[in-house]
């Protein structure tokens, strides 16, 4: 059984950063696809960022390029998603994600998921 558990939510100020942190656990040695995805309410979950281990990447969304930067530790174990100059337009549940192989930000072609942790950002 696969797990993905993300940590490090939480609020922020407007200009402020916060790094999200999940952790990987299970039968994980065949997923070569790890990202992170984020929703609001009444919106479709949205790719951030991803890594295709050893082929390419990393991939970013076109709204956070620039600011955010993903990255991996513990041999693979924790992905991790520091977030600079956040906007109240970032606010919203992030997800971590994994897959077998990169396919694209479509959420459907993903997996397995997190429960997500919330990021607030104040104006």
């Known amino acids: 059984q696969v797990q993905l558990v993300e940590s490090g939510g939480g609020s922020v100020p407007a200009g402020g950063s916060l790094r999200l942190s999940c952790a990987l656990s299970g039968y994980t040695r065949s997923l070569n696809a790890v990202g992170w995805f984020r929703q609001t309410p009444g919106k479709e979950r949205e790719g951030v960022a991803a890594?295709?281990?050893?082929?390419?990447?990393?991939f970013y969304g076109d709204s956070v390029k620039g600011r955010f930067t993903i990255s991996e530790g513990n041999a693979g174990h924790t992905i991790f998603l520091e977030m600079n100059n956040l906007t109240p337009g970032d606010a919203a549940v992030y997800y971590c994600a994994a897959g077998f192989e990169w396919r694209g930000f479509a959420p459907k072609l993903w997996d397995y998921w997190g429960q997500g942790t919330q990021v607030t950002v104040s104006s």
């Open positions: 890594i295709w281990r050893g082929r390419g990447g990393p």
